[in-house]
């Protein structure tokens, strides 16, 4: 929890007022965004990034498992994120377990979209071996090590550089097994397949503190916050997921606006991740 003065609140609220917030950022601005990959050596995938202060890592893991039966088409994919303690005295039991929920979830709806897959930003699709026998079930981790504002961003930014960075090793299915026997597979210790992240979005949070809404909130900026809505847009500018927390309404001509406002801000933001993303994996490779 955020502790300010009264007069604080108030130069917060009145530099957004301004478009000049406390750290000379205008309104639509990110901070300053680091990418690095491959920091988890026993993962498929995995990458780190800071976003300011606020320090998360994502890493992806690939098994071979069963499509369910109502999508046997597509494999499954399943978001867990853990909030460190370390990272903020409010993490610390319920608290932490709370917001680990409600990111994980949150991250499951920009996403993957529906229930159904509609809209999912990652292509459940590209995970089948077998129709209906054999799929690819990718268990994503983030863990929140230091917190200043924007995780649901960040994180979102950590699990695309992740799945960037992610190999999925190439399957052999043996040829003979009838429709109702479990097809023998081998899996390639050596070839592997680079995951596809051309469609999968980045996610911009816009919070609403005083009449003007803002990217990149910082704990502080979030502390004097009514609401804020995260829109999960893709490369092409469609939107892949939406969530909104924060107890105040938001009238429907309002999200139209938001709408514009995030797409014009993620094209910025994929640009910018494209560049960390692939400055990073240049210097995995030299190491």
């Known amino acids: 929890m955020v502790g300010l003065s009264e007069g604080e609140k108030e130069f917060i609220k009145g530099g957004i007022a301004q478009d000049l917030r406390s750290d000379g950022r205008k309104r639509y601005t990110y901070r300053p ?7 988890i050596p026993q ?19 690939a098994e071979l498992g069963k499509p369910s039966a109502l ?3 597509k494999g499954k994919v399943a978001i867990f994120i853990d909030c460190s303690p370390t990272a903020e005295p409010t993490f610390e039991g319920r608290g932490g377990e709370e917001l680990s929920a409600e990111l994980s979830g949150a991250l499951q709806r920009c996403l993957l979209g529906s ?27 983030g863990l929140v ?35 109702d026997e479990q097809p023998e597979v081998d899996i390639s210790d050596e070839e592997f397949l680079q995951f596809d992240t051309s469609g999968v979005p980045v996610i911009v949070t816009l919070t609403k503190v005083g009449k003007h809404y803002i990217v990149d909130a910082t704990s502080e900026e979030e502390s004097q916050m009514s609401s804020a809505v ?13 969530t909104k927390r924060g107890g105040s309404g938001i009238d429907p001509s309002v999200i139209l606006d938001m709408i514009s406002v ?17 400055a990073a994996e240049a210097n995995e490779e030299e190491s």
């Open 33 to 39: 965004i680091y990418v690095e990959t491959g920091v």
């Open 43 to 61: 993962a498929n995938g995995s990458a780190r990034v800071r976003l300011g202060a606020t320090d998360v890592i994502a890493s992806v893991k």
């Open 71 to 73: 999508q046997p088409d």
């Open 115 to 141: 229930k159904s897959g509609a809209g999912a930003g990652i292509d459940l699709s590209s995970l089948i071996v077998v129709e209906g026998k054999v799929c690819w079930d990718l268990y994503i981790d």
């Open 145 to 179: 090590i230091s917190s200043d504002g924007n995780l649901l961003d960040a994180l979102g930014a950590a699990i695309k550089a992740a799945l960037s960075n992610t190999g999925i090793p190439s399957v052999h299915v043996a040829a003979g097994a009838s429709n």
């Open 230 to 242: 995260s829109i999960s847009i893709n490369r092409q500018g469609h939107i892949c997921g939406m």
């Open 262 to 278: 995030a797409n014009f801000v993620s094209r910025q933001l994929i640009e910018k991740l494209d560049s960390e993303i692939s």
